[in-house]
């Protein structure tokens, strides 16, 4: 059998941060969401890692205007 010590399993378990990532649901008009998945397509990025990209840039410029 394969047993793993207590504490190397211990180590192995990454306990989720809850500040790590928050889910939230956000509407989006069906071509204003087209056109943001067809910018990432062009990017080679996934269209919710841009968004969020996009996001945290924002509002960084935004922080600063404080």
Known sequence: ???L?????ASCVH???VR???TITLRFDPRML???K????SR????QSM???WLAERLEDEMRKL
């Open 1 to 3: 059998t394969h047993e």
């Open 5 to 9: 010590d207590a504490r190397l399993m």
């Open 34 to 36: 087209s056109r943001i």
């Open 20 to 22: 790590e990532s928050t």
């Open 51 to 53: 968004m969020k990209q």
């Open 38 to 41: 067809r910018i990432a397509r």
């Open 15 to 17: 306990e989720v941060d």
């Open 44 to 47: 080679f990025l996934n269209y």
